[in-house]
């Protein structure tokens, strides 16, 4: 149902680096809105990760960096950690539809 | 510190309607750029906004779902309260309501959900 896709799930050794996609359209991310990024660890509600594309909130560490081009957004994790394993959801606005988040990915932690 | 803490029923049957409570505190309804909004997940599922009021009490909602859902503040009691009919046992879900910040960004408004009460769980079922 979501208009925002995102990998399903994504995985990487300690220290390593993930990126995940979140694919839209003309109507959403490609129109110029902006994206947001959540964390949402297990049993727990979600928490704001980047706002505006590519700002951290105080208190999100610099591992974690977003961007965007055309019609699509990443999220960037580097040297990822055991506290990191949790699912992540992108969220932006789509011109028809309203408020809209990505299906989510969840990142494990080999 | 912002706080926000949803409240209302564990189970609802079919066909009832659904009333939910969102009480904060810490930010005022009542400044420019401060909203609150909705937004559920059914077990296992991705996330689904559902509705928002802003300052100046305009209110939006899923196009989707907007014949079924009504938003309404109370300011002066921090709450925001959401109202969604006909529910149905698809509509099982933890329900959140989230603090939401709008910034004008020259064309359009953006807006993040932060933070979030720690959810209520519905579910639908005779």
């Known amino acids: 149902q979501s208009v925002l896709t995102q990998p399903p799930s994504v995985s990487e050794a300690p220290g390593q680096r993930v990126t995940i996609s979140c694919t839209g359209s003309s109507s959403n991310i490609g129109a110029g809105y902006d994206v947001h990024w959540y964390q949402q660890l297990p049993g727990t509600a979600p928490k704001l990760l980047i706002y505006?594309?590519?700002n951290r909130p105080s208190g999100v560490p610099d591992r974690f960096s977003g961007s965007k081009s055309g019609t699509s957004a990443s999220l960037a994790i580097t040297g990822l950690q055991a506290e990191d394993e949790a699912d992540y959801y992108c969220q932006s606005y789509d011109s028809s539809l309203g408020h809209v988040f990505g299906t989510g990915t969840k990142v494990t932690v080999l | 510190q912002v706080t926000l803490r949803e409240s209302g029923p564990a189970l609802v049957k079919p066909t009832q309607t659904l009333t939910l409570t969102c009480t904060f505190s810490?930010?005022?309804?009542?400044?420019?750029?401060?909203?609150v909004s909705w937004i559920r997940q059914p077990p296992g599922k991705a996330l689904e906004w559902l509705a928002l009021i802003d300052w100046d009490d305009d209110k939006y909602y899923s196009t989707s779902l907007k014949t079924r859902l009504t938003i309404s503040k109370d300011t002066s009691k921090n709450q925001v309260v959401l109202t969604m009919t006909n529910m149905d046992p698809v509509d099982t879900a933890t329900y959140y309501c989230a603090r939401t910040t709008s910034r004008w960004g020259g064309s359009y408004w953006t807006r993040w959900f932060d933070p979030w009460g720690q959810g209520t769980l519905v579910t639908v079922s005779s």
């Open positions: 810490g930010f005022s309804l009542s400044t420019s750029g401060m909203c």
């Open positions: 505006g594309n590519s």
